[in-house]
């Protein structure tokens, strides 16, 4: 484990391998991510994107309760999951439905919490994803419990866990990070910086220079990487597995990014930004960039453009039948998963509403 802070500090500028334009930025760090590398991002940004859309459009016909989006953070999302392996796990966040889904879990299933009808409807070990936590940064304590139990056993696993900038502010981050430093446990701590806490802009939020410094007081190395630049994340995200792998610790990513739509549908951003603060951050797709870079270099025509929209259509369509399902929920549910033996309380609350339930059926 290093002492020396100059090698856990994360670079001066965040990490850019593809600018906004399209065009490539050297790098002495990095090199691009190879070609198909890219195009297999490229087909799942276009995915992530549909999936955004399509649930924004199942919360407005009522078929999910609600939806925190990730338009315009699909570069984080797919990058995330593009560079871990089958055996390694990721800790997602309520915004990480469309990371959840490049993983492979089925995007009905995968909506089922934001639909209001349980924890989790995936089997979390079938695909190596943890339930969404909407807890604030206690997932990243039980992403530490579980690498360090992976490498107690002496498997290759690694964890990537999942967080927003305003959960760096909790004390279970920091618990994190320390115990994860200490016993050198095989995670990393994926910051998505969107610059707003629901309606607590990252000023309000912190002092630090960046988010990517808050591993130094741990002995966490940290770096910073656009988050709009799918390349780049491919690269650092890809480098910090690989050295949690290799056993040099726990690692932080902070990707600099922007939350494009309201929190939540129950949001109203225009009450605390304004648009010109949108504006460019729209001109910073990270879609559009790739698109570019692809062209230009004939590695993208037509039809494959078309292949992969028409897969993130068959995505969508699966969503809207899946979801315009009713669902059976029955509401001994309520009461079945809170305690091994249903305490007398819990026992009266159900006889009552089962009281209630036969007088509706009768009148
Ligand atoms: C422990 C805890 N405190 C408060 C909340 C309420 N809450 C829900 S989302 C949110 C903002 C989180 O912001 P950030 O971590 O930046 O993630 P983002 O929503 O921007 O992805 C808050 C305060 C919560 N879910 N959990």
């Known amino acids: 484990m290093t002492r020396d802070a100059a ?12 600018d906004p334009d399209g065009h490539p930025v ?35 016909q009522g078929r999910l309760a609600v939806y925190p989006s990730s338009h315009g953070q699909e570069a984080c999302q797919v990058a995330c999951v593009q560079v871990l392996d089958d055996g390694d796990w990721l800790f997602p966040t309520y915004r990480d439905s469309a990371a959840i889904v490049a993983r492979g879990v089925d995007p009905v299933q995968a909506l089922t919490l934001l639909r209001g009808d349980w924890h989790s409807g995936y089997d979390p070990h079938a695909t190596r994803v943890a339930p969404q936590a909407t807890p604030l940064a206690t997932h990243l304590l039980h992403a530490v419990g579980v690498a360090h139990a992976a490498r107690l056993r002496g498997e290759p696993t690694v964890v ?45 939020q912190t002092a630090a220079p960046s988010l990517a410094h808050k591993g130094i007081g741990y002995g966490v190395a940290g770096e910073r990487v656009d988050g709009n630049d799918v390349a780049a994340l491919l690269k650092v995200l890809g480098a ?8 040099e610790g726990p690692q932080l990513v902070e990707a600099h990014t922007y939350r494009v739509q309201a929190h939540t549908n129950a949001d ?25 870079y692809l062209r230009g270099r004939d590695l993208l025509d037509e039809q494959n453009a078309r292949g992969y929209a028409e897969q993130a259509e068959q995505l969508a369509e699966r969503m809207r039948t899946g979801l315009n399902e009713e669902t059976a929920a029955d509401y001994r549910d309520l009461f079945a998963h809170v305690y091994a033996q249903p305490t007398p309380q819990l026992r009266e609350q159900q006889a009552l509403v089962a009281d209630e339930l036969s007088r509706e059926e009768v009148s």
Not at 163 to 186: K, W
Not at 242 to 247: D, E, S
């Open 26 to 60: 050297p790098h002495v760090g990095h090199d691009l991510p190879d070609p198909q590398a890219l195009v297999r991002a490229y087909a799942a940004l276009i995915s992530a994107r549909r999936f955004n859309d399509q649930a924004n459009a199942l919360v407005r």
């Open 7 to 18: 090698l856990l500090l994360p670079s001066t500028e965040p990490v850019t391998l593809i």
């Open 268 to 292: 109203d951003p225009g009450r605390y930004r304004s648009a010109d603060e949108v504006t460019p951050w729209l001109a910073r797709d990270p879609i559009t960039r790739l698109e570019t």
């Open 160 to 204: 990537m866990a999942v967080c927003g900038d305003g959960a760096t502010s909790e004390g279970d981050f920091h618990e994190a990070l320390n115990f994860a430093a200490v016993f050198r446990t095989p995670v990393v701590f994926f910051i998505q910086n969107n610059e707003y806490a629901i309606s607590v802009p990252l000023a309000r």
């Open 240 to 247: 910090a597995v690989t050295r949690a792998r290799a056993g």
